[in-house]
C-alpha cells in the first residue's frame, strides 16, 4: 500500500485538504485524532500519561487537553515524553489501518510528521502551507485560545521551510479553487506514480 504523509503547521488547513482528498475517495488516518481516542480508551497509556503528568491527566475518565496542553505547548521537553507514550501506539493503530483500507493510496495526516518521524514510512510527503498571518485568523476564528498559545504551539512544530525541503508536493493553501485544482493535480501524478510502480 502506498503511504501519503500529509503534513503542516496549525492553522495551515489540512483538515480541508484531507476533505478534498476524502471527497477522491481516498481513506484517511487522522493521527491526532486517533491518538485522542486511544488516549481515552487505552488503560496501558491513562496509566502512563497519570503517571508522569499525575491525576490531573484525566477529568472523570476523559483526558484533561487544556492541563495537558498547558504542560506540553510550554515544555519541549515533556511534549517529547507525551509523544513518547502516544505516538509508538498510534503506529501501531495505523499498521492496522493499512490493512483494511480500499483506496489506491492511503493519506497519513500528522502534524508532527517529521517530528514524529511518521515520515519514515511514507512514499510521498505533501506539506500545506500558508502565511502566519492567514494561519493565526484562522486558528482565532476556530479555537478558543490566544495569539500566544498559537505562538507557543508554532514554535513547537518544524518550520514550513524545513518542511517543504523534505516534501514531494507543497500546497500553499490561501485560495480554496487553486488548492482544489492543486490537490487533483497531486492526485493524479500519485495515480500515475502507482502505475508505473505496477
Given at each position: 500500500?502506498?503511504i501519503?504523509?500529509?503534513?503542516?503547521?496549525?492553522?495551515s488547513?489540512?483538515t480541508?485538504?484531507l476533505?478534498m482528498?476524502?471527497?477522491?475517495?481516498?481513506?484517511?488516518?487522522?493521527?491526532?485524532?486517533?491518538?485522542r481516542?486511544?488516549m481515552n480508551?487505552?488503560?496501558?497509556?491513562?496509566?502512563?500519561?497519570?503517571?508522569?503528568?499525575?491525576?490531573?491527566?484525566?477529568?472523570?475518565?476523559?483526558?484533561n487537553?487544556?492541563?495537558?496542553a498547558e504542560?506540553?505547548?510550554?515544555?519541549?521537553?515533556?511534549?517529547?515524553?507525551l509523544?513518547?507514550?502516544?505516538?509508538?501506539?498510534v503506529?501501531?493503530?495505523?499498521k492496522?489501518f493499512i490493512?483494511?483500507?480500499?483506496?489506491?493510496?492511503v493519506i497519513?495526516e500528522?502534524?508532527?510528521?517529521?517530528e514524529?518521524k511518521?515520515?519514515?514510512k511514507?512514499?510521498?510527503?505533501i506539506t500545506?502551507t500558508?502565511?502566519?498571518?492567514?494561519?493565526i485568523?484562522?486558528?482565532?476564528?476556530?479555537?478558543t485560545?490566544?495569539?500566544?498559545?498559537?505562538l507557543n504551539r508554532?514554535k513547537?512544530?518544524?518550520?514550513?521551510?524545513?518542511?517543504?525541503s523534505k516534501?514531494d508536493?507543497?500546497?500553499?493553501?490561501?485560495?480554496?479553487?487553486?488548492?482544489?485544482k492543486?490537490?487533483?493535480k497531486?492526485?493524479?501524478?500519485?495515480?500515475?506514480?502507482?502505475?508505473?510502480k505496477?
Amino acid at each position: 500500500m502506498i503511504i501519503v504523509g500529509l503534513t503542516g503547521g496549525i492553522g495551515s488547513g489540512k483538515t480541508t485538504i484531507l476533505k478534498m482528498f476524502q471527497d477522491l475517495e481516498i481513506d484517511c488516518y487522522i493521527a491526532d485524532i486517533e491518538a485522542r481516542k486511544l488516549m481515552n480508551s487505552s488503560k496501558k497509556i491513562k496509566k502512563e500519561l497519570i503517571e508522569e503528568f499525575g491525576e490531573q491527566t484525566y477529568d472523570a475518565s476523559e483526558l484533561n487537553r487544556k492541563y495537558i496542553a498547558e504542560i506540553v505547548f510550554e515544555n519541549p521537553e515533556r511534549l517529547k515524553i507525551l509523544n513518547s507514550i502516544v505516538h509508538p501506539r498510534v503506529h501501531k493503530h495505523f499498521k492496522k489501518f493499512i490493512k483494511k483500507a480500499e483506496s489506491d493510496y492511503v493519506i497519513y495526516e500528522n502534524a508532527i510528521l517529521f517530528e514524529s518521524k511518521g515520515d519514515k514510512k511514507c512514499d510521498y510527503i505533501i506539506t500545506v502551507t500558508a502565511p502566519i498571518d492567514v494561519r493565526i485568523k484562522r486558528i482565532l476564528a476556530r479555537d478558543t485560545t490566544t495569539k500566544v498559545d498559537i505562538l507557543n504551539r508554532i514554535k513547537n512544530q518544524l518550520s514550513d521551510e524545513e518542511k517543504t525541503s523534505k516534501s514531494d508536493f507543497v500546497i500553499n493553501n490561501i485560495d480554496l479553487k487553486k488548492t482544489k485544482k492543486e490537490v487533483i493535480k497531486i492526485h493524479v501524478k500519485i495515480l500515475q506514480k502507482i502505475k508505473e510502480k505496477d
